[in-house]
């Protein structure tokens, strides 16, 4: 539900309100839980395999087994969430001053109940110790019973997220410079940011199957609640010199209770150097503070994303399959992370060589220091000789017992590239108004850090670490309006880039050879119908040609086949909306 309200006290000031209201609920299934239970009797194993080992006088346990709980059946989620946006405000003109004062509060709740997959671990082992559920193969019936009796059907876990805050803005002309008003403005925020955690009692007991510190020495997960208070304060002037000539100059400061403050500049500059011909360029700094669940997320514990394969395991056993699971990770916040700050500038060109045509080409370049982001899986396991002790937790035997992944200030990141636009529009005809454009982005660099010291790497065309940047993006589209009517035809385009690789081949125990995935390609189709002043209705198809995800080998996201951060697995989607204003 969406809904706005206003009220006009007098021609001077307006008063207004508005409402969202939002509720989720999704099912997600993963495959069948990953468990490893260690050390175990020899009479747990198949006939043939425990008299092949008594005979050879070897004791009478093994370190252990590892396998996915089929008969548990697949894990299953259930999520319920729920969202609210309140604002009231109000707006008007004070001796001159353009002013919008609002109060606004929003809240976000989530829970998420597990509905199968997921087994009591204690009962489980057990029922693993004494035989009755069978690792090796299918269990009797009595296993089949033990496991369904032991099956968790309850909320997990529950979180909420709470921020009010209340924001004045104003601008006022201060005075006439021979291109115009030197135009001023200025605002000011408070905000208070509120998150919760609520793990259940059995989370925090220790004793999910699936979802536990398989040490049993972590002590982290408990219920928490975090606060802070976030204050903002920003001055801009805009200031035509001259008719061709026009400076924009803002500075904006904010004080984080838990991160400190930053004072960030901007200056704008824009030249016209023709009727047709602007030329126009900015450069500023930036901040962003880490959130309150980059600092202060509880721990949770799972599986790594894919199969992985551990190079110093395969150096020690000579074996592909010994060395490769999905290996136990446990995912951290940060408290001691401190903010992101950035350095960026533009330079760019805007020409119309008449009413009929419009380009646009700008030149961006952005530099990050202390990027807030987390270490991937992939990264960790691969190089065992910088990670050992750090990020990888190791046995006695050599093999992975933990991945830590935590929030970190990985370094720097730079990053380069342009922006263009074309656009025309035709002539009013008979037939109605026709018109195109193009808007799209190629990437020149993309270059990070993953951590202070190390070497940059580049993500530019080809996925690494946890995203992929592809060099080249665009929209297409093509309109028709006719009166009250409107369609639109538009494609999205993304280009193709090298595939994440972490699959070997099990005949020879050879990495596969690289590969890359196709460039993206969507058509959509939309039109509207403004019946009158106040209604309007739209309708359309998105993604006309039913055109799957291209396929990717990448499994940061814990899914398969492809990548969800750029493409839409579900196929061609019809929709209908309509719009009254009450006016």
Not at 305 to 327: H, M, N, R, Y
Request: a positive charge.
């Amino acid at each position: 539900f969406i809904g706005r309200a206003t009220f006009q006290i007098n021609p001077e000031h307006q008063v207004f309100a508005e409402l969202m209201q939002a509720e989720t609920e999704s099912t997600y299934r993963l495959s069948p839980n990953p468990i490893r239970i260690r050390s175990l009797p020899l009479s747990v194993l198949p006939e043939r395999y425990r008299a092949a080992l008594s005979a050879s006088g070897l004791p009478s346990t093994f370190s252990g087994i590892r396998y996915r709980m089929k008969e548990a059946g697949n894990r299953t989620h259930e999520v319920t969430s729920e969202g609210q946006r309140l604002v009231l405000g109000a707006t008007g003109n004070v001796s001159g001053w353009e002013y919008d004062a609002a109060f606004t509060r929003s809240e976000n709740r989530a829970t998420d109940k597990y509905v199968d997959g997921y087994v009591l671990f204690d009962r489980f082992e057990a029922g693993v110790r004494n035989g009755t559920i069978n690792p090796f193969g299918p269990s009797s019936q009595a296993g089949i019973d033990l496991i369904n009796s032991i099956k968790i059907n309850d909320e997990a876990r529950k979180s909420k997220g709470l921020s009010e805050s209340i924001d004045f803005k104003a601008t006022k002309p201060l005075a006439k410079l021979a291109g115009g008003d030197l135009g001023f403005a200025f605002g000011t925020e408070h905000r208070r940011e509120t998150t919760s955690f609520n793990p259940s009692a059995l989370l925090i007991s220790n004793n999910i199957a699936g979802d536990r510190d398989s040490t049993g020495l972590s002590t982290r997960l408990q219920a928490t609640r975090d606060r802070r208070n976030v204050t903002s304060m920003f001055a801009e002037l805009n200031a035509p010199f001259t008719k061709a000539l026009e400076a924009q100059l803002a500075v904006r400061y904010d004080r984080y209770s838990d991160a400190g403050d930053t004072l960030n500049p901007k200056l704008g500059l824009r030249f016209q150097a023709s009727p047709q011909l602007v030329i126009r360029g900015s450069a500023g700094t930036g901040f962003r503070a880490p959130s309150l669940a980059d600092l202060n997320r509880p721990t949770t514990y799972g599986v790594a994303s894919s199969f992985l394969t551990d190079p110093q395991c395969v150096a020690k056993e000579g074996s592909i399959d010994l060395c490769t699971d999905q290996w136990p990770v446990e995912r951290r916040s940060n408290p001691n992370l401190k903010p992101e700050k950035s350095e960026q500038f533009s330079l760019g060109t805007v020409y119309e060589p008449n009413r009929n045509w419009s380009f646009t080409l700008d030149y961006w370049n952005i530099t990050k220091k202390d990027v807030i982001s987390t270490l991937g899986e992939q990264i960790i396991v691969e190089s065992p000789a910088k990670y050992n002790g750090r990020y990888i937790t190791r046995d006695r035997d050599g093999f992975i017992t933990n991945i830590i992944l935590q929030k970190e200030n990985q370094g720097r990141l730079k990053t380069s590239g342009l922006d263009l636009a074309a656009d025309w529009r035709g002539a009013p005809t008979s037939y109605g108004r026709f018109s195109a454009g193009i808007s799209g982005t190629i990437v020149f660099d993309y270059d990070r850090q993953f951590g202070p010291l190390e070497p940059y790497r580049s993500n530019l065309g080809r996925f690494l670490n946890d995203q992929v940047i592809q060099r080249w993006r665009h929209r297409l589209s093509f309109g028709w309006e006719y009166g009250p009517y409107n369609l639109t035809v538009a494609n999205q385009y993304s280009s193709g880039y090298a595939d994440q690789n972490t699959t070997y081949n099990p005949v020879t125990d050879a990495l596969l050879p690289s590969r890359r995935v196709k460039a993206y390609s969507l058509w959509d189709l939309t039109g509207s119908w403004n019946v009158n002043k106040q209604l309007k209705l739209n309708a359309g198809v998105l993604n006309v040609a039913n055109t799957p995800p291209p396929f990717s080998n990448q499994a940061y996201y814990f899914l398969a086949t492809y990548d969800p951060t750029h493409t839409d697995p579900r196929g061609r989607f019809f929709f209908t909306r309509v719009s009254y204003s009450f006016k």
